[in-house]
């Protein structure tokens, strides 16, 4: 969480907070749809950027 919060310019302490709240709010059927399409569409970008610098980085070793 410390990293978190130096990377938004906040205390760890602020992330914990943010988290509970979020968690809380997952009990909402239309909260939690949405925090879940979020996450599959950054598990996409992070996937997308995974395969890409792979990619870059066998190009470059032939």
């Given at each position: 969480?410390?990293e978190?919060?130096?990377?938004?310019?906040?205390?760890?302490?602020?992330?914990?907070?943010?988290?509970?709240?979020?968690?809380?709010?997952r009990?909402?059927?239309?909260?939690?749809?949405?925090?879940?399409?979020?996450?599959?569409?950054?598990?996409?970008?992070?996937?997308?950027?995974?395969?890409?610098?792979?990619?870059?980085?066998?190009k470059?070793?032939?």
């Amino acid at each position: 969480m410390s990293e978190v919060g130096r990377f938004f310019g906040r205390d760890r302490t602020t992330v914990s907070h943010a988290c509970t709240i979020i968690e809380d709010r997952r009990d909402d059927i239309k909260f939690e749809t949405m925090v879940c399409q979020l996450e599959d569409r950054l598990e996409d970008i992070l996937f997308e950027t995974t395969m890409t610098r792979d990619a870059n980085e066998q190009k470059t070793q032939h």
